[in-house]
């Protein structure tokens, strides 16, 4: 593993870093009057940052993965409500298109999605299907010349936002498991029999906006089944590996900026005849959230490593056959080998970063003390923001049995 940048990368990293200072007011009046920030879409697109990871031929940058992981980490400052944009945009939109979707859906869609004219979303979680997608209740039905589907979704982010949702459903009247019965589809979202209704009220991560979804004998074209019949479940599962690792990279944002916003106020901020900074206690919170960054930051970089090492063999398989989709699924032990370590890694990640993301806004906002307790500081908003990384994209308590499961075996699976 390298952990240099190449100067073209650095050059890119630069960009992200000057629009991420221009949005940022921006952000922070839209997250007091808890509205999307429509600039984001114009100002990260003349970088191209809407297509970080996708394919030049479909009008992305084509950059690695550990490359848009390190833009997300960016973007992570800024809030995990802006990185949130991004990682149900590109990680469980995009990235799923461009490894799932056949030629003609990828030639039709990515254009757009790359460019900001569409944007992704990602439908999975129900209101009694969280945890375990495989008890999703949303359905569908095969009419021979379309699917037609029925059921509800919540909690989508940009759901009100999205011209393309990328929505799982199960069977009416499918044999065999559960699992082995759930498809995946290309919705968009101006067909007719959706409704989509914005989920307010919420604690933290105002400027997302998360959706309740609701599909009423909503007519969906054959062509646009991603991947293969019964595959849904299988496809969620991968997108979640890039979700959890964008998760995990954006919430060391959080942690450089809380970092940053401690230092410069225990610097200038005086308490009994000293600056805070000279404080032992205080010393000791800034200590922790710099080994709260440090620790975490090296298990995403591995991770994204691993991650890349997956990508480039479905790439490779891809090349050489035609079947690559069912080479992926049937049997083929280097695949299984690489897709499990990139999910065990990515949950690590995840789990270790956002509750070190959580303590973190946690440190800071007592740094700060009465400060901190309103949304304009900055931290204050980590704060808020950062509970919700702790449950979504699977909660850590799940994600520990998870981590268990993974060097126990699927007998002794918890879950």
């Known amino acids: 593993m390298s952990f240099e940048i190449s100067r073209k990368q650095e050059r890119f990293l630069k960009e992200v870093d000057e629009i991420c200072k221009i949005i940022r007011p921006f952000e922070e009046e839209c997250y007091l009057k808890e509205t999307f920030n429509k600039k984001i879409i114009s100002e990260f697109n003349k970088i191209g940052m809407l297509g970080c990871p996708i394919a030049r031929k479909y009008g992305g940058l084509g950059y690695d993965i550990p490359t848009y992981l390190l833009a997300i980490e960016r973007l992570g400052e800024e809030g995990n409500s802006l990185r949130t944009f991004f990682s149900a945009h590109i990680s469980i939109g995009e990235m799923i298109l461009q490894t799932w979707g056949n030629q003609e859906q990828q030639k039709r869609y990515l254009p757009y999605t790359t460019t900001g004219k569409n944007i992704m979303a990602f439908a999975l979680t129900e209101p009694t299907a969280g945890s375990d997608p495989s008890s999703i209740a949303t359905s569908f039905e095969d009419r021979g010349d379309h699917f037609v589907i029925n059921g509800k979704k919540h909690w989508i982010g940009n759901g009100s936002v999205a011209d393309l949702i990328t929505t799982y459903a199960k069977e009416i009247g499918g044999t065999g498991s559960n699992s082995k019965n759930i498809s995946a589809f290309l919705i968009e979202t101006d067909s007719r029999g959706i409704r989509i209704r914005e989920m307010k009220n919420k604690i933290g991560m105002l400027t ?51 970092l940053n916003e401690s230092v410069s106020h225990a610097k200038t901020r005086v308490q009994h005849g000293s600056f805070l900074a000279k404080k032992q206690l205080i010393q000791r919170h800034i200590a922790k959230i710099i080994l709260n960054m440090e620790r975490s930051r090296w298990l995403i970089y591995r991770a994204a490593f691993i991650r890349q090492k997956l990508q480039n063999y479905i790439e490779g398989l891809k090349m050489r056959d035609d079947r690559w989709q069912l080479k992926m699924t049937r049997n083929n032990r280097e695949y299984s080998v690489l897709r499990a370590e990139a999910d065990n890694l990515s949950a690590i990640a995840k789990f270790s970063a956002s509750n070190a993301a959580f303590n973190t806004s946690d440190r800071a906002v007592q740094i700060f003390g009465s400060f901190a307790y309103k949304k304009t500081n900055r931290v204050a908003r980590h704060f808020l923001d950062s509970r919700a990384i702790t449950i979504y994209e699977g909660t850590n308590e799940v994600l520990e049995l998870k981590i268990a499961s993974h060097v126990l075996g699927e007998r002794f699976r918890a879950y």
């Not at 309740?212 to 909503?218: A, L, Q, R, V």
């Open 208 to 258: 997302v906006k998360n959706a309740e979804i609701s599909f009423h004998n909503c007519i969906v074209p054959k062509k646009n089944l991603l991947g293969q019949k019964g595959q849904g479940l299988n496809i969620a599962y991968s997108a979640l590996i890039d979700g959890r690792l964008s998760v995990a990279a954006g919430a060391i944002g959080v942690m450089k900026d809380c």
